[in-house]
């Protein structure tokens, strides 16, 4: 039992905050139990005093009352066990939700990178409502046996002792078979948690990219996925289902045995006159009573191995470090604008190097521009400025300080990036574009940042203008669109550094050209770095750098790099040559 119980250790402090709740419920519950047995004595003193002949109509009316106004009581309790363990239940689900969500807000970047988006998500929902059932019915169904065996049995021993130890044996056998079948249970069960996470991730990689499956007419094979996940759920869950089955077949053998003994040993002993009607009669009622809740205790086993099972792949993410975090005493002194520099930084992905010993400098109200081909570490580079991912050596310094001395919070508000991959959430435009702000937008910082990002002209062709729903990761837009709302949503929080990450990709090079003569005017007075694998989005900024491999392997201004004839020229060329057949 305590094997089973030590994954919901980190449990307990949800627990502990309803516990007033949960103790309520308890002891409403012995009332409960004392009144359901007091049902059965009642009538069967009825039966004994009609077999004397001496229950008149007034006894009759008084017992038939009494035990009315009894069932009218344990009603009443019953509800209220259920509403203060039942409703504790559901608060503390909300608070293990809550703070494991809290949780997946701290973890870093590459955590997501290795987990799939179906699998967090059966945790969030599948488990935390396994664990649920353990801490409010299991608990109650538990304590309501823990409860009414004794009593039960406590009469039972003494209307006749002997026929009372004879169902003693019977607790043994149940003992025996729930604890060969507690291993299979449990493992049948965390395969079974598995099986549902799998399905979810099949699910939510569809729905995300349906346009793409519909594009490449991939229905049939995403069907076939989802066949082969969805058998793989059935059979993992029939094999838990085969773990519980066993175990409630022994158990209703158990109490068919226990009533066929006191069945035929109970009409033996009324026959001898040794047991009176209706002494026989209350002996089966509690027998029955005593095993119903004993019934329980394989639903009760079942549940407390899904829980456990459940709990783990919980404690999983809760354990899951979190290596990028605020210091203790952040500093607060900000700089604005702010310069920028990094020293010697090199990081690695799986044993393989993205940036390899990079130093820049950039002044406070400086621009730096960053190129180069695919895969050359210009996005991760992008990332150690709001500390989205930290360098495995070397520093990254804003203001003279490393940013590991700046909190989370305050770094990202001041340094902000613009990622390459725009992200809009299901909501209205203008919710997307006031994202990174408390409370209402003035309406003329809103119209600056769209003018300024060249998404004035396109409200005219939504809707609903600003409060148009862009649906869900703003599919309702075009890419250029998203990224262009992107840009806004940076802008309009007006920090110091700014960092655009090759956010013009879906852009026509017209109205990129347009958006960066506007955002000239905007960044005078902040640090600014583009990233772009456009050289006419980079040319004009003070200083240039070109990444290969990780490192960086020219550095200039535009004409320099031009004049020294390497990478930045001959992508320079090429480009233009690509420029040149697009115009024909």
Request: charged share 25%; hydrophobic share 45%.
């Amino acid at each position: 039992m305590l094997r089973i119980l030590r994954p919901f250790s980190r449990a307990l402090p949800y627990l502990k905050r309803q516990r007033r709740d949960v103790w309520l419920g308890l002891l409403t519950l012995l009332p409960g139990n004392v009144i359901e047995l007091a049902i059965p004595w009642m009538i069967a003193r009825g039966i004994d005093r009609a077999q004397r002949g001496d229950l008149g109509s007034a006894s009759l009316a008084w017992i038939a009352s009494a035990a009315l106004l009894l069932v009218l009581l344990k009603s009443a309790a019953r509800y209220a066990v259920r509403w203060l363990i039942i409703g504790a239940s559901r608060r503390f689900e909300r608070d293990l939700r809550l703070d494991l969500f809290r949780k997946f807000l701290t973890l870093p970047s590459m955590f997501y990178q290795r987990q799939t988006t179906g699998d967090l998500v059966s945790r969030m929902t599948a488990d935390v409502e396994a664990v649920r059932l353990c801490i409010g019915p299991s608990l109650m169904y538990f304590a309501t046996t823990a409860t009414l065996v004794p009593l039960t049995w406590a009469m039972m021993f003494s209307l006749h002792p002997a026929l009372s130890l004879s169902t003693l044996v019977p607790l043994l056998f149940l003992s025996i078979a729930l604890w060969r079948q507690s291993p299979r249970l449990e493992e049948a069960s965390r395969a079974a948690q598995q099986a549902i996470a799998r399905v979810c991730d099949v699910a939510t990689e569809s729905y995300a990219g349906i346009r793409i499956l519909k594009a490449f007419t991939q229905e049939d094979r995403q069907q076939r996925r989802m066949e082969e996940c969805g058998l793989e759920y059935v059979a993992a869950q029939m094999r838990f289902a085969r773990s519980r089955g066993r175990t409630q077949a022994v158990l209703h053998g158990i109490k068919d045995l226990g009533l066929l003994v006191v069945l035929v040993f109970g009409s033996w002993e009324v026959i001898r006159h040794r047991f009176t009607l209706g002494e026989f009669f209350l002996f089966n009622d509690l027998l029955i009573r005593m095993s119903i809740p004993m019934m329980t205790t394989g639903w009760i086993a079942s549940m407390l191995h899904r829980g456990a099972a459940a709990m783990r792949r919980i404690d999983e993410i809760f354990d899951a470090p979190a290596e990028i975090v605020s210091p203790e005493r952040p500093s607060e002194d900000w700089p604005r604008p702010g310069e920028v520099e990094v020293f010697s930084v090199s990081v690695a992905y799986g044993g393989i190097r993205a940036l390899k010993e990079v130093s820049f400098r950039v002044p406070a109200g400086g621009s730096l521009g960053i190129t180069g081909r695919t895969g050359s570490g210009k996005s991760t580079l992008a990332s150690l400025l709001p500390r989205l991912i930290d360098p495995d050596c070397g520093v990254v310094r804003i203001g003279g300080r490393d940013v590991r001395d700046w909190s989370l919070e305050r770094l990202r508000r001041e340094c902000v990036l613009v990622p390459q991959e725009p992200f809009l959430f299901s909501a209205s435009l203008r919710d997307n574009l006031s994202f990174g702000l408390d409370g209402e937008v003035a309406p003329e910082l809103l119209e600056r940042a769209l003018f300024d990002c060249v998404l004035d002209k396109d409200l005219t062709s939504l809707a609903e203008g600003l409060d148009t729903r862009v649906g869900e990761r703003g599919l309702m837009l075009s890419g250029g669109q998203r990224q262009r709302a992107t840009l806004g949503r940076a802008l309009l929080l007006d920090s110091p550094i700014l960092v655009l990450d090759d956010c013009f990709s879906a852009i026509d090079t017209k109205t990129e050209a347009l958006i960066l003569e506007r955002l000239e005017a905007r960044t005078k007075d902040r640090t600014t770095l583009v990233i772009s694998h456009r050289i006419q989005a980079i040319k004009n900024l003070d200083h240039i750098l070109v990444l290969d491999q990780g490192a960086i392997v020219e550095a200039g201004t535009h004409a320099e790099l031009l004049r020294s004839g390497g990478l930045y020229a001959r992508l320079e060329r090429r480009q233009s040559l690509l420029s040149e057949l697009h115009r024909i």
